[in-house]
């Protein structure tokens, strides 16, 4: 089992740039949930993902989008880039809700440098 | 407002000593508590949860945290500190049916 993969690893882009992230959730997983990490902090949640539509949103505006297909894998669109967007961006998946019990399982992120 | 506080940002222990990691949480929903560790350049790793069993939580690696509803915390500790303990801990707490937030985080550091 590879868990949960992102790509890129890195990513380099321009202010006003738009770029896409990838995740693919840990197998047997249906959720995908999307935070932003900025250097020194928490993660900051973004989104979650299930059954292909948005479920739940943090405090981000709508240049933040999202989607997820139906292998449950999940893209995070980013418009307009600000510098304030550079970050780490992390996935996490989980096979059912937390109020559950269930557990997420994060992936290693992608590093994002906005220019 | 629902939050979750880490009142050291940074702490520093001697190798073989008593880790203590401190965390406040306010919740209005039934609290699912967790502590998560980062190690630089991988990703996050659950320690332990709390899910309203036990009150006292053993998690991987030796760390355990005690569930305080009166103090609203849930502090991580660990006997004996190890190099490898060295890292960026998390605690969180389940703000709804399916979301959490993370507080900003300790960096621990373990002296040889």
């Known amino acids: 089992d590879a868990g949960v993969t992102q790509s890129p690893t890195h990513l380099i882009k321009t202010r006003g740039q738009q770029v896409t992230l990838r995740c693919s959730p840990k197998s047997g997983h249906d959720t995908v949930s999307w935070y932003q990490q900025a250097l020194g902090q928490g993660p900051q949640f973004i989104f979650q993902y299930y059954e292909e539509e948005e479920r739940q949103r943090g405090n981000f505006p709508d240049r933040f989008s999202g989607h997820q297909f139906p292998n449950y894998s999940s893209e995070l669109n980013v418009n307009a880039l600000l510098l304030g967007d550079s970050a780490l961006y992390l996935c996490?998946?989980?096979?059912?809700?937390?109020?559950?019990?269930?557990?997420?399982?994060f992936g290693p992120g992608t590093r994002l440098t906005v220019l | 407002a629902q939050s979750v506080t880490q009142l050291d940002s940074h702490v520093s222990v001697s190798e073989g000593t008593p880790v203590l990691l401190r965390c406040n949480y306010s919740?209005?929903?039934?609290?699912?508590l967790f502590w998560y560790v980062q190690h630089p350049n991988k990703g996050l790793q659950l320690l332990l949860k709390?899910?309203?069993?036990?009150?006292l939580v053993k998690g991987i690696n030796g760390f355990e945290a005690e569930f305080k509803k009166s103090e609203t915390s849930f502090h991580l500790t660990k006997p004996s500190a190890h190099m490898s303990d060295a890292a960026e801990y998390f605690c969180?707490?389940?703000?709804?049916?399916?979301?959490?937030?993370f507080g900003p985080g300790t960096s621990l550091s373990v002296i040889p």
């Open positions: 919740s209005s929903y039934s609290p699912s």
């Open positions: 969180v707490v389940r703000v709804s049916y399916d979301k959490v937030i």
């Open positions: 996490a998946s989980s096979g059912g809700a937390l109020a559950k019990g269930n557990e997420q399982f």
């Open positions: 709390y899910t309203s069993a036990a009150t």
